[in-house]
């Protein structure tokens, strides 16, 4: 039986580059999902009219990791959110929907698989959960999805461009 070795001493640097494009992309799924989070950890611990401010700056926070001409496809919605504005409006709206449930919401990202474009751009697709955690209980899954993006580089740092998600249950 013969063995060849893809790998040689001329590919490593480029595996070296993919292995921190692959970290940086992590990281910025992190972030961003921890934002949201956050929201739910400032609900838990905030009087009512700091809660309100600081919700809006979560979700503005949020809205911040897409591009200003951003469009996100979600499963139940008739038509995609566009720009930062739509991003924000929902995220306020969803965030107080949680709110009066009186659940926290938590997010994982995982399963990533990252492609880099020759224009610049990245494709992701990862596996994320959404669970909740109603006070006093034990957190449950609510969704399953597949999210699909498409990363753009601006001003040095990574944003949403295009987001698809889909769900398990309605796929």
């Given at each position: 039986m013969?063995?060849e070795?893809?790998?040689?001493a001329e590919?490593?640097?480029h595996r070296?580059e993919?292995?921190a494009?692959y970290a940086?992309?992590?990281?910025?799924?992190?972030?961003q999902?921890?934002?949201?989070?956050?929201?739910?950890?400032?609900?838990a611990?905030a009087d009512?009219d700091?809660?309100d401010?600081?919700a809006?700056a979560?979700?503005?926070?949020w809205?911040?990791?897409?591009?200003?001409d951003a469009v996100?496809e979600?499963?139940l919605?008739p038509a995609?959110l566009?720009?930062?504005?739509?991003?924000?409006?929902?995220?306020r709206?969803?965030a107080d929907r949680?709110?009066?449930a009186g659940?926290?919401?938590?997010?994982?990202?995982g399963?990533?698989?990252?492609?880099?474009?020759?224009?610049?751009?990245l494709?992701?697709?990862?596996?994320?959960?959404?669970?909740a955690?109603?006070?006093?209980?034990?957190?449950?899954?609510l969704?399953?999805?597949?999210?699909?993006?498409v990363?753009?580089?601006?001003?040095?740092?990574?944003?949403?461009a295009?987001?698809?998600?889909?769900r398990d249950?309605l796929?």
């Open positions: 013969t063995v070795l893809m790998a040689t590919h490593a640097p070296e993919f292995a494009l940086q992309v992590q990281q910025f799924y992190a972030h999902m921890r934002i949201l989070d956050a929201d739910a950890d400032t609900d611990d009512a700091a809660d401010a600081a809006d979560v979700e503005e926070r809205a911040a990791t897409f591009t200003e996100v979600l499963p919605l995609p566009r720009a930062r504005a739509g991003l924000t409006h929902y995220a709206a969803a949680r709110r009066r659940s926290r919401l938590h997010h994982w990202v399963m990533l698989d990252v492609r880099p474009r020759p224009d610049g751009t494709h992701t697709r990862c596996s994320a959960l959404a669970h955690t109603p006070p006093g209980a034990t957190s449950k899954v969704y399953v999805c597949v999210m699909e993006d990363l753009v580089r601006t001003h040095g740092t990574w944003r949403t295009h987001r698809r998600i889909t249950d796929a």
